[in-house]
């Protein structure tokens, strides 16, 4: 597989440990930059049509200079709402695409595995942003307790929630915020149970049949 996978993987590991470990501006320049790559490495691995590549390519480069520009001068929360909604599909867009290719690839590798945890990793960081951009759009507060909602604390509630471990010591304030969390925990779970683990039963094999290196081609003339 040509999908470079194990680099979109590290790049989003990298994403999520600068935004968890540290919060300044430049720290979210860089946590946009990349989570923008892999999107650029997704879009590159999925084999688009000219036309579609273009595209989003365009539309790509438009938003992130504008996020970029926000994040550097500042602007109100609506307009870092927007910012967070736009980086939101920005993940959203590289699951799907991600998807598409490792499903579509008869032998499943070791890139599959690293494309399908990329893009399980994928989904817990748009719903953070997906719950960063609610914070920001609502004139209460996110969480029950008056939390402040940096990116730490939303990244930690969004994985907490992806994975069903739900600690408790964040929660939604408002019923909008309860329905994503668990739109969240229910497509983590999905996305587990089907594809992962359908997966890592299949590693190695092509069509769901095993392959071995001594086996030849099918007999059906009972030679």
Do not use: K
């Not at 946590?31 to 049509?49: E, H």
């Not at 893009?119 to 953070?128: D, Q």
């Not at 999905?190 to 769901?208: E, P």
Request: glycine letters at 12%; proline letters at 3%; one cysteine or more.
């Amino acid at each position: 597989m040509d999908g470079h996978y194990e680099v979109v993987l590290a790049l989003l590991v990298c994403g999520y440990l600068a935004a968890a470990l540290a919060a300044s501006t430049w720290v979210s320049v860089l946590t946009v930059l990349l989570y923008v790559g892999a999107l650029v490495l997704a879009i590159r691995a999925a084999r688009l049509g000219s036309t579609q590549v273009w595209g989003l390519r365009v539309a790509l480069a438009v938003g992130s200079v504008a996020t970029v520009v926000v994040l550097l001068v500042g602007g109100s929360g609506a307009v870092r709402g927007a910012a967070s909604l736009w980086l939101a599909l920005v993940l959203g867009a590289t699951v799907v695409l991600v998807v598409r290719h490792i499903l579509r690839h008869p032998v499943v590798t070791l890139q599959t595995i690293a494309g399908a945890l990329s893009a399980y990793l994928l989904i817990g960081l748009m719903f953070a942003e997906i719950f960063t951009a609610m914070a920001r759009l609502s004139p209460g507060p996110f969480f029950a307790g008056g939390q402040l909602p940096d990116p730490a604390t939303v990244q930690y509630f969004s994985f907490t929630t992806l994975t069903t471990l739900g600690y408790g010591d964040f929660t939604a304030a408002h019923d909008a915020g309860r329905a994503i969390a668990v739109l969240e925990a229910l497509l983590g779970q999905i996305f587990l149970v089907t594809l992962v683990a359908r997966l890592v039963s299949n590693f190695g094999s092509v069509g769901g049949r095993a392959t071995t290196a001594d086996e030849g081609p099918d007999r059906t003339d009972g030679a």
